[in-house]
């Protein structure tokens, strides 16, 4: 018996989860996470399947000690230990990948004024400022000089950021919904944010003590997301903003085989064996001499954009044409016998 948390918000999986249970006969149960007595209600599981979100003020506190206590307990998880501690922590996601030698966006971390205040004075520019967390591009600006990487500085070891930044998320809800890719309800919500930001802000509060920068990448005008689940990969190509170097949560995709470089299937599927992931998006940019660069990692991804996807790899480099369920895959990989 497989259970599922109940929760069916139609960007998480649990409602293509249980879609596919009920197309193919799967036993589950549907239990609730937040129970105090979530353990007792597993008593008569064989696993647990949580998709939870980094823009849940309660997922932030529980998930992670929930699902990993129940894994050293011996008992299956997705998503497991090795394939979300590092969720939407850019921080922690460096020193895993640098400790495995991937080929990662060259990373800087600073902790004190001094260290970053002097490597500002002695780097070049463009970098790329991030926080530690956020998803479609939040929390993402490029800084272009040395006096803009300075307040930055002090930002940081200062008051420090808010998690949530309600101006930049109500130019890009009015950016969309310009674009025809939303809804004017959600230019309504941004605005309203404005004045109130969600919960789960307030759960995190500011991000403070710590700078974070990337290399700049030059020459490219979009990105590739490769998502590895159970030995196959598919992908998609994000484009740019207009005028823009992101690409997370532009809402321009290209989805034809042809788009994606096999290159970064490759270097997706290696690196996965690596970290030892049930399911993980991997997103790349092209280096120097067309050589995959790792940006960042996440096990969640918004499910809407990736049904026009026209097939998926094997770890072979097969190619199998057609519709697919990815969802599907994270169930059949909770079943099989033994970790």
């Known amino acids: 018996m497989i259970a599922i948390h109940n929760?069916?918000?139609?960007?998480?999986?649990?409602?293509?989860?249980?879609?596919?249970?009920?197309?193919?006969?799967?036993?589950?149960?549907?239990?609730?996470?937040?129970?105090?007595d979530i353990i007792n209600q597993l008593a008569d599981c064989s696993c647990l399947m949580w998709h939870y979100n980094q823009s849940s003020s309660i997922d932030i506190v529980m998930a992670k000690p929930l699902l990993f206590s129940l894994e050293q307990s011996g008992f299956k998880v997705f998503p497991d230990f090795n394939t979300a501690w590092h969720f939407d922590d850019k921080i922690g996601q460096k020193y895993l990948l640098e400790s495995l030698q991937i080929d990662l966006v060259k990373t800087w971390v600073f902790y004190d004024t001094k260290t970053a205040l002097s490597w500002i004075n002695q780097t070049t520019f463009p970098k790329v400022f991030k926080l530690r967390g956020g998803a479609g591009s939040q929390n993402v600006q490029l800084v272009k000089t040395k006096s803009k990487a300075t307040a930055l500085v002090?930002?940081?070891f200062g008051k420090g950021f808010p998690a949530y930044d309600g101006w930049e998320s109500f130019k890009e809800r009015f950016r969309k919904w310009r674009l025809g890719k939303a809804d004017f309800k959600e230019v309504i919500k941004g605005t309203v944010r404005l004045i109130k930001p969600p919960r789960y802000a307030q759960v995190m509060g500011n991000e403070i003590n710590y700078l974070y920068f990337q290399e700049f990448i030059p020459n490219n005008d979009s990105d590739i997301r490769i998502i590895v689940i159970d030995g196959k990969a598919f992908?998609?190509?994000?484009?740019?903003?207009?005028?823009?170097?992101?690409?997370?949560?532009?809402?321009?995709?290209?989805?034809?085989?042809?788009?994606?470089?096999?290159?970064f299937v490759?270097?997706?599927?290696?690196?996965?064996?690596?970290?030892?992931?049930?399911c993980i998006a991997y997103d790349f940019v092209y280096g120097k001499n067309n050589k995959p660069l790792l940006i960042e990692i996440s096990y969640g991804f918004a499910n809407a954009g990736y049904n026009d996807c026209p097939g998926y790899w094997d770890e072979n480099m097969n190619w199998y044409e057609g519709k697919f369920n990815p969802y599907g895959w994270m169930i059949d990989l909770m079943l099989k016998n033994g970790k």
């Open 154 to 156: 002090k930002k940081a």
């Open 7 to 36: 929760d069916l918000r139609k960007h998480l999986f649990h409602y293509l989860w249980i879609e596919y249970c009920k197309q193919k006969n799967i036993a589950y149960k549907l239990v609730d996470c937040f129970d105090s």
């Open 266 to 278: 490759k270097a997706a599927f290696e690196i996965n064996k690596k970290i030892k992931a049930q």
């Open 235 to 263: 992908g998609i190509k994000r484009m740019n903003r207009e005028n823009d170097f992101r690409a997370s949560g532009s809402g321009f995709i290209l989805y034809e085989k042809e788009q994606i470089d096999a290159v």
